[in-house]
């Protein structure tokens, strides 16, 4: 049915991502994960859903099988940098160190959710505010200390 006058009409589009899991959960490491959960979603409703095995025997396979699926996005655990580069580089973007039960990852990640500290990996900051340097040199515990025993 047509917009009445002033509306904007908002066409939502079936989204593919790419869940790294491991048993109920994100894997912990993207780089040796050997399942994803493919999920086909529009808006905040899931369409369809598929298990697949990750062929493992290189990382541009993998990858080149979720470009063949049409993945857009990859929520998984940690994730190696040369690899990170290799998803992005395909097109794919990525929310990585993610962590967490599956499904309220995936329900977190529909509904706009996912980027809040409750599916943070413990012990990570995240990437950029490593770059920044993530408390170095503010007394958390990095560095080597005066070189002084008193």
Same mark, same amino acid.
């Given at each position: 049915?047509?917009?009445?006058? &002033?509306?904007?009409? @908002?066409?939502?589009?079936?989204?593919?991502?790419?869940?790294?899991? *491991?048993?109920?959960?994100? !894997?912990?490491? *993207?780089?040796?994960?050997?399942?994803?959960?493919?999920?086909?979603? +529009?808006?905040?409703?899931?369409? &369809?859903?598929?298990?697949?095995?990750?062929?493992?025997?290189? @990382?541009?396979?993998?990858?080149?099988?979720?470009?063949?699926?049409?993945?857009? $996005?990859?929520?998984? =655990?940690?994730?190696? $940098?040369?690899?990170?580069?290799?998803?992005?580089?395909?097109?794919?973007?990525?929310? @990585?160190?993610?962590? =967490?039960? !599956? $499904?309220?990852?995936?329900?977190?990640?529909?509904?706009?959710?996912?980027?809040?500290?409750? *599916?943070?990996?413990? &012990? /990570?900051?995240? +990437?950029?505010?490593?770059?920044?340097? /993530? =408390? !170095?040199?503010?007394? $958390?515990?990095? &560095?080597?200390?005066?070189?002084?025993? *008193?």
């Amino acid at each position: 049915m047509p917009a009445a006058f &002033g509306t904007s009409l @908002a066409y939502i589009q079936d989204v593919k991502t790419a869940y790294s899991i *491991f048993g109920t959960r994100i !894997a912990p490491v *993207f780089d040796t994960a050997r399942d994803i959960l493919l999920v086909e979603s +529009r808006g905040q409703d899931i369409r &369809g859903e598929d298990l697949h095995k990750l062929g493992g025997r290189n @990382a541009a396979e993998d990858i080149a099988w979720m470009v063949s699926q049409g993945v857009e $996005r990859l929520v998984c =655990g940690a994730l190696s $940098r040369p690899l990170q580069a290799m998803v992005n580089a395909a097109g794919i973007k990525t929310d @990585a160190f993610v962590a =967490g039960e !599956a $499904r309220q990852v995936i329900q977190a990640s529909l509904d706009g959710t996912l980027r809040g500290s409750a *599916f943070t990996m413990p &012990g /990570c900051c995240g +990437r950029r505010r490593m770059r920044q340097g /993530c =408390g !170095a040199g503010r007394g $958390r515990g990095h &560095g080597r200390g005066s070189g002084r025993v *008193f």
